[in-house]
């Protein structure tokens, strides 16, 4: 199971972390994977990190202001976004897959639910 937090309605400029719960069998054991979602617009990738969390890949979007990183003792992998700007208002969706690296949506195996956000200026 995949469960995202920590999305919500900010202003531009200020910063919001978010959360992604991993339980079940994949746990410790999966790359995870950071996908957005805006209104009329194609999923994108984010960012991911590597199993052991030595390793971590962005996309364009996250455009040197996010981070990604994670706790294998708390099973969560995080999301910290600064400087958010209007254009960066999507759902983001947490995703795991098992094996090596991909910032392709359909290569992940499970998925959460999506976590809103919402950045005003």
């Known amino acids: 199971q995949v469960v995202e937090s920590g999305g919500g309605s900010v202003l531009a400029g200020t910063s919001l972390r978010l959360s992604c719960a991993v339980s079940?069998?994949?746990?410790?054991?999966?790359?995870s994977g950071w996908f957005r979602q805006a209104p009329g617009k194609e999923r994108e990738f984010v960012a991911a990190?590597?199993?052991?969390?030595?390793?971590?890949w962005y996309g364009d979007s996250a455009s040197g202001r996010f981070t990604i990183a994670r706790d294998n003792a708390e099973n969560t992998v995080y999301l910290q976004m600064d400087n958010l700007k209007p254009e960066d208002t999507a759902v983001y969706y947490c995703?795991?897959?098992?094996?090596?690296?991909?910032?392709?949506?359909?290569?992940?195996?499970?998925w959460g639910q999506g976590t809103q956000v919402t950045v005003s200026s």
């Open positions: 995703a795991v897959k098992i094996g090596y690296h991909s910032d392709h949506g359909p290569d992940y195996d499970f």
């Open positions: 990190v590597s199993r052991n969390g030595d390793n971590v």
């Open positions: 079940g069998g994949m746990r410790n054991s999966y790359h």
